[in-house]
């Protein structure tokens, strides 16, 4: 038990302090978010603002003005664009999901790293440690997890900057959210990674996963407004709940599909979790040297 207790520490210890001194990842991770939210909060985010809403010019302003003030017409559409987004800006809505997807990314990182483990020998030195397989990947999978919710946590900090409408007090329980969505895909990431040997092939799947889950989980958009066959993918995507939670507790937006509430998202969330971890672990328990 102790040596499995040591090796836990040990494999957290290590991640954290591989991620300590690498300040490409660092920056990589956090530039990425901060790109899509200023060419795309702020640029696609003016489309919905109120001081730029014009009505169009082939509607005679002059007759219409008679009957009904212009600046009314232009607050009922901002308040339109803002019930969308579930009572918050356009901007505000876009942070609070790319705080979920800065994890979400960061979290297939880890199954990177295995690949690179493999072919330095480092993954051999740890199949044939004196501890348990599980409680080996599983030290990986918290250690990158909790890098993951750092990094999170950066780009609410630098949210702060941009918006006054992040709720401070609901930031260590969105945290909490972003932890187990992290595991989860920690999990899956290191358990396709083993079925790797090298980065090209690992990154072309990873691709093909990360794209669709990306943009069905309401990061860029409300789901409610999606079309029927993409909200049933968006139902069964674990990303959707950890964005619709952590945007919950940072601003308070309930935009989303009825049945979605944070209780049955952090639910779902463990079960993802908990499913993945473990198929994690078993996968890397049945790894042989020569893999």
Do not use: H
């Amino acid at each position: 038990m102790s040596r499995d207790l040591d090796a836990l520490i040990a494999l957290i210890y290590r991640q954290l302090k591989r991620w300590a001194v690498s300040r490409s990842r660092i920056i990589s991770i956090i530039i990425q978010p901060l790109l899509w939210i200023i060419f795309l909060g702020l640029g696609f985010g003016a489309v919905f603002s109120a001081q730029n809403i014009e009505l169009p010019s082939t509607i005679d302003i002059s007759t219409i003005s008679k009957y009904i003030d212009p600046s009314i017409i232009r607050s009922i559409i901002s308040k339109y664009f803002t019930e969308i987004f579930g009572g918050v800006d356009y901007i505000t809505f876009l942070i609070t999901g790319m705080v979920a997807m800065t994890a979400f990314i960061g979290s297939f990182i880890s199954g990177i790293s295995v690949i690179w483990d493999k072919q330095f020998g480092f993954l051999k030195e740890t199949l044939v440690a004196p501890a348990s397989r599980k409680t080996i990947i599983l030290g990986r999978i918290i250690g990158d997890s909790i890098i993951n919710t750092v990094q999170s946590l950066i780009i609410i900090l630098l949210a702060l900057l941009i918006t006054n409408q992040i709720n401070l007090l609901g930031i260590p329980i969105a945290l909490l959210y972003i932890f187990m969505m992290s595991l989860g895909f920690t999990g899956l990431g290191v358990a396709i990674s083993l079925k790797f040997s090298s980065m090209e092939g690992f990154q072309m799947i990873v691709n093909l996963l990360t794209m669709p889950l990306m943009f069905m989980s309401g990061v860029f958009y409300p789901i409610n407004t999606m079309p029927d066959w993409m909200k049933v993918i968006a139902i069964i995507n674990p990303l959707t709940y950890c964005v619709y939670g952590t945007r919950y507790w940072l601003a308070g937006v309930k935009a989303s599909l009825e049945f979605m509430n944070p209780v049955t998202s952090l639910i779902i969330l463990i079960l993802f979790t908990t499913i993945f971890t473990i198929l994690a672990m078993f996968s890397f328990e049945k790894t042989t040297i020569e893999d």
